[in-house]
């Protein structure tokens, strides 16, 4: 099969206005043609009608061994942008990572960028001695500069499952943590760990020093990019004490990306797929207040019923992943119909030096977890 990039948009064009059901039969046909040379990854928040289609799903943490595992040509990505870098970085070179739609981003990972942090640690190095005594540590929803960043730095990547113990890792290296881009995931580690709040800083990065004093930095075990998801910031605390008062029985269970307080008052915290087992693993007719993305909640809450199970979405609002939303069924037709046709279409293929340098970091965090 040869492979060649065609123009995006007057390539998808064709494809905006075709209706759901005519996008199921292409769909199938053209996974019949490709047969083993393709594999379709999916995030546990994708939406299901495109869900649907997985042939492996998981969490990030779960996706990247995946990604690591394949044998087949090409690896269509049903996620964010950053989960399809990692799924290239860590794949064979002649795999070809493809994502349905550019634009499905992360709002969280584009908080932070190369040139703020390389100013971050310019500016730390007038207080400190940052390559000796800060581990850079990278949450795995970050560009793959920012990877590549703490690979050069003596640095690691972590996700939502890993945190803890690449925390450790980084402590047993150097005394500080600067942690980017989650400030929930990393003050959620670090207190589960035993910091103290007020050793663990929010590091503004629109701010001259990041708004610390020098002896804030010197004093500070973790230095906390000023970054959230906008998606999990929106779960409050007055959800979950509204619903204990009506649910006295119940568990609360939360992504770590949810706020400190949101994550005091759950009963679990933990990753998507961690939140998945959990509540797979309880008795029948527990009921569950969950603070997660909602077409994970949604889909967990149907597949649960039938064991007396209730599954409640944490906010009164709809939070959703609308980035990893755009991936649709119309944009992955468009990329399996461009695939049988032997046309290669959104290729996620992360340049060097950088891919080297965040292979470096992601190699170091899939040893330690
Ligand atoms: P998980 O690694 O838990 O799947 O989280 C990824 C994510 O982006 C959550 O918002
Ligand atoms: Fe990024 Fe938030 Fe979407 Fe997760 S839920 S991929 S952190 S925007």
Not at 36 to 44: D, N, R, W
Not at 55 to 84: E, N, P, W, Y
Not at 99 to 124: F, H, I, N, Q
Request: net charge neutral; charged share 20%; with cysteine.
């Amino acid at each position: 099969m040869t492979t060649a990039t065609i123009s995006l948009d007057r390539a998808f064009g064709l494809y905006r206005n075709v209706s759901d059901e005519e996008c199921t039969a292409r769909i199938q046909a053209a996974r019949a043609k490709l047969g083993k040379s393709t594999v379709l990854l999916c995030h546990h928040y994708q939406r299901p009608d495109v869900y649907r289609y997985a042939d492996l799903t998981g969490d990030s943490l779960k996706l990247s061994r995946l990604a690591a595992q394949q044998d087949s040509r090409f690896i269509v990505f049903c996620g964010v942008h950053f989960m399809a870098e990692v799924a290239d970085i860590l794949s064979k070179p002649q795999q070809i990572v493809i994502l349905p739609d550019l634009a499905a981003g992360c709002s969280m990972a584009d908080m932070a960028s190369l040139v703020k942090v390389e100013r971050s640690w310019r500016e730390l190095a007038a207080v400190l001695d940052p390559d000796a005594e800060i581990t850079p540590v990278t949450y795995i929803n970050s560009a793959a500069d920012l990877k590549g960043f703490c690979g050069e730095h003596g640095g690691i990547v972590c996700t939502s499952s890993n945190a803890k113990a690449i925390l450790e890792w980084s402590f047993r290296r150097r005394k500080k943590v600067l942690f980017f881009p989650d400030q929930h995931l990393g003050r959620w580690t670090g207190y589960k760990m035993g910091i103290p709040l007020e050793q663990m800083v929010v590091w503004d990065f629109d701010q001259e020093l990041g708004g610390l004093t020098p002896e804030q930095i010197r004093d500070a075990k973790m230095i906390l990019w000023k970054g959230h998801c906008s998606v999990h910031q929106m779960f409050q605390p007055q959800h979950v004490e509204r619903w204990r008062a009506a649910h006295p029985k119940g568990f609360v269970i939360s992504h770590p990306e949810c706020g400190f307080e949101v994550c005091k008052a759950s009963d679990f915290v933990g990753s998507t797929e961690t939140i998945i087992n959990t509540v797979a693993a309880a008795p029948p007719n527990t009921e569950w207040l969950v603070g997660t993305e909602l077409n994970l909640v949604t889909r967990i809450a149907e597949e649960f019923k039938p064991q007396g199970k209730l599954i409640q979405f944490m906010a009164p609002t709809v939070c959703m992943c609308s980035t990893m939303a755009r991936i649709d069924p119309q944009h992955l037709c468009w990329t399996l119909e461009n695939l049988a046709a032997g046309r290669v279409v959104n290729r996620i293929e992360v340049p060097e030096p950088d891919a080297t340098q965040a292979r470096v970091a992601l190699d170091r965090m899939l040893a330690v977890s």
